[in-house]
């Protein structure tokens, strides 16, 4: 019999185990159908089991699986260029997750600095951001929860309001140690906060004022989930750095730290790398996956049916007592209510639906790609019917 025992308690499991997916369904050990409205919390992007990237990973992984960064590695530079063609971006650097990649960007902002002659570089973050669970990542996150209990953190952050551009420039006239901003163009994790429009480009002007890097963590936004391939491109506003990671492997690991014009030159041999980062088998997942987003324009998919599901949802829900706001933008929709929610996800999970809550407060959205309408229509009625039930308890 399967048990937990030997796992350290790191996470708070429902009550169910899958066996094997197709499209946005997934089956439990009872034979039991869900759909899946999180895609692994933004990664299965072209759902379970896509043709493309199964095929990708047989083919690949008879040929070669892993060789060391020491050595060239083709698959790895095909996406690369694939990537950065898409990005609008010049050179990249690959890591085993989004945490990974962040924490290469924030060597880069590091390196930024001292090359300006800055003795302790500082980084702009903001509050209600989240960047991942390493010690550096975590510290430049706005959440204390996620905080609490691995202090000291990584000194070196200075931490303003998502949204208020004002503050920004509050400490760039008064701390001449700043050399990056580092921002999430949506606030994913902190309850799918949209900026107002000009944000971006405002956060790149001051950038661009300072001589600082502005760094865009796009692993929730990216990969056409927002309704194009990156959200900065709904701006113009092209990041120094840019962080990718979650559906580019649609299951596998991989993550990519980005970078443009003068910030693609920083990294020098011996500075960073990975064992696993970048192997063959990733990557040739990670060109397959971009290769079927384009095909099928996802960001085009991404933002009618995101827009379609916006729209069902405030219909329904927009006289239910308890609903405080309902934000989407593309396929990143989510519910806040006026109290803990975290009985939304059992809930739901009877119904045969599989969503999560995020700050606490906020049932979140995030299903593959590849849904279809009537699989829309189920999603938005099911998630409804999970908060009405939990709203009227």
């Known amino acids: 019999m399967p048990t937990e025992r030997y796992l350290m308690t790191t996470y708070g499991r429902l009550p169910v185990a899958f066996t094997h997916g197709e499209g946005a369904w997934l089956w439990d050990e009872e034979g039991r159908k869900y759909l899946d409205g999180l895609a692994g919390v933004a990664v299965n992007g072209l759902g379970h089991a896509h043709p493309a990237v199964v095929e990708a990973v047989c083919a690949q992984s008879r040929r070669l699986i892993h060789v060391s960064n020491w050595y060239h590695n083709r698959e790895q530079e095909a996406l690369g260029r694939k990537l950065c063609e898409v990005a609008s971006m010049d050179r990249a650097f690959f890591a085993n997750s989004g945490a990974e990649a962040n924490e290469a960007a924030l060597k880069l902002a590091r390196l930024h600095g001292h090359r300006k002659g800055v003795e302790a570089p500082a980084v702009i973050v903001m509050e209600g951001s989240f960047h991942g669970r390493t010690l550096g ?6 959440s204390r929860k996620v905080q609490a209990g691995f202090e000291p953190l990584v000194p070196g952050f200075r931490r303003v309001p998502f949204n208020d551009l004002g503050a920004v420039r509050q400490v760039r006239e008064r701390d001449q140690t700043v050399v990056a901003v580092l921002v999430e163009p949506i606030l994913g994790e902190g309850g799918i906060h949209i900026p107002d429009p000009g944000y971006l480009k405002g956060l790149r002007k001051i950038c661009d004022e300072a001589g600082w890097l502005l760094i865009l963590d796009e692993i929730q936004t990216g990969m056409c989930r927002s309704g194009s391939w990156f959200a900065w491109q709904q701006e113009e506003a092209r990041p120094d750095v840019m962080t990718v990671a979650k559906a580019l492997g649609n299951g596998l690991p991989i993550g990519a730290c980005l970078a443009h014009g ?19 088998l990733v990557t040739a997942v990670g060109l397959a996956v971009i290769e079927t987003l384009e095909a099928m324009r996802a960001w085009e998919r991404a933002q009618t049916l995101g827009a379609r599901l916006l729209a069902d949802l405030q219909e329904r829900l927009h006289d239910t007592a308890g609903v405080k706001a309902i934000r989407g933008q593309g396929l990143l929709l989510g519910i806040e209510l006026d109290r803990p929610a975290q009985p939304v996800m059992k809930l739901a999970l009877d119904r045969g639906l599989l969503i999560n809550v995020t700050a606490e407060r906020t049932v979140r959205l995030l299903p593959p790609l590849i849904l279809s309408d009537e699989e829309a229509g189920l999603l938005a009625q099911g998630t409804v019917a999970a908060i009405q039930e939990f709203l009227a308890s």
């Open 262 to 280: 003068a910030a693609a030159e920083l990294f020098h041999p011996g500075q960073h790398g990975s064992t696993f980062g970048g192997g063959p």
């Open 137 to 142: 990542t975590l510290s430049a996150s706005g």
